[in-house]
Nanobody, 124 residues
Framework: VQLQASGGLVQAGDSLRLSCAVS????????MGWFRQPPGKEREFVAA????????AYADSVKGRFTISRDVPKNTWSLLMNILRPDDTAIYYC???????????????????WGQGTQVTVSS
């Protein structure tokens, strides 16, 4: 199973949508999320959603600006990023977990499958 997403270069205030697609054998993911690693910093949680869409979680720094969504039949999930800021610049990773018993969507240890990462650069 592989996860793939594509980022880009945008200006501050712009919007960008990241989408994560699953390739390989059919996957049954219960949680889907996004993490990011800013330059010189550790990887951090951004947003997550459960398979049924009943629960979402966001980092405080993106709440109100970013929206996560998922398309279960297509096995894809997206991150719509609005009002981007230079401090949103990072490598963004999509991730997924198969456990139906995940308790903390913000914990990267709950995710067993990761994409390769995609660069998002926000210029001022």
């Amino acid at each position: 199973v592989q996860l793939q997403a594509s980022g880009g270069l945008v200006q501050a205030g712009d919007s960008l949508r990241l989408s994560c697609a699953v390739s390989g054998r059919p996957a049954n993911f219960y949680i889907m999320g996004w993490f990011r690693q800013p330059p010189g910093k550790e990887r951090e949680f951004v947003a997550a959603i459960t398979k049924r869409g009943s629960t979402t979680a966001y980092a405080d720094s993106v709440k109100g600006r970013f929206t996560i969504s998922r398309d279960v039949p297509k096995n894809t999930w997206s991150l719509l990023m609005n009002i981007l800021r230079p401090d949103d610049t990072a490598i963004y990773y999509c991730a997924a977990g198969r456990s139906p018993y995940s308790t903390d969507l913000r914990d990267e240890n709950e995710y067993g499958v990761w994409g390769q990462g995609t660069q998002v650069t926000v210029s001022s």
